[in-house]
């Protein structure tokens, strides 16, 4: 593929992430070598810009679905949509579950979702999501409901151990 055949948008959102990082992209045709740069480019705030317009510019879905999944934990529930929305539609769906389900975990961080609602959503929940919550959202009634009725039995021996 020669330089002409990247997009245009692309072509200019590697040059602003390469000039933002201080580091040289070795082939821009390379998916392996996007990605590098990419990684770098999640590592610090002033390259999210340019990140952003390079996801969107991105032609292979795969790998703009891999920065975007890896975005969604580094930035503001407010800006998940953004990230989202930049991808294809084709390669969009692992992303928006998984923007709903650092929304989930908020919620219980915060107790925004009340410890009586996990049976009823518990089995909308993902086997990442139930994992996370009992690492990372610990409250004592969001544990029994897990330890009893997680999908896997790794989750429920997970969740009766952080109980005690």
Same mark, same amino acid.
């Given at each position: 593929?020669?330089?002409?055949?990247?997009?245009?948008?692309?072509?200019?959102?590697?040059?602003?992430?390469?000039?933002?990082?201080?580091?040289?992209?070795?082939?821009?045709?390379?998916?392996?070598?996007? @990605?590098?740069?990419?990684?770098?480019?999640?590592?610090?705030?002033?390259? /999210? $810009?340019?990140?952003?317009?390079?996801?969107?510019?991105?032609?292979?879905?795969?790998?703009?679905?891999?920065?975007? =999944?890896?975005?969604?934990?580094?930035?503001?529930?407010?800006?998940?949509?953004?990230?989202?929305?930049?991808?294809?539609?084709?390669? #969009?769906?692992?992303?928006?579950?998984?923007?709903?389900?650092?929304?989930?975990?908020?919620?219980?961080?915060? #107790?925004? *979702?009340?410890?009586?609602?996990?049976?009823?959503? *518990?089995? =909308? @929940?993902?086997?990442?999501?139930?994992?996370?919550?009992?690492?990372?959202? $610990?409250?004592?009634?969001?544990? /029994?409901?897990?330890?009893?009725?997680?999908?896997?039995?790794?989750?429920?021996?997970?969740?009766?151990?952080?109980?005690?």
């Amino acid at each position: 593929m020669a330089d002409a055949e990247l997009p245009p948008e692309l072509r200019g959102a590697l040059r602003e992430l390469e000039e933002r990082l201080g580091s040289s992209l070795t082939d821009a045709h390379d998916g392996h070598a996007r @990605w590098e740069l990419y990684r770098a480019a999640l590592a610090t705030d002033a390259a /999210r $810009p340019a990140l952003l317009a390079a996801v969107t510019a991105e032609p292979d879905g795969a790998l703009a679905s891999g920065v975007v =999944g890896e975005v969604l934990e580094r930035v503001a529930r407010g800006e998940r949509d953004a990230w989202v929305q930049a991808l294809a539609p084709s390669v #969009r769906a692992f992303s928006e579950r998984r923007a709903r389900e650092l929304g989930a975990l908020e919620d219980l961080r915060s #107790r925004a *979702i009340a410890a009586e609602r996990v049976p009823e959503l *518990i089995d =909308g @929940w993902s086997d990442w999501l139930q994992s996370r919550i009992v690492t990372d959202a $610990p409250d004592e009634a969001v544990l /029994r409901v897990l330890a009893a009725s997680g999908r896997t039995q790794r989750i429920r021996r997970a969740a009766a151990e952080a109980l005690g």
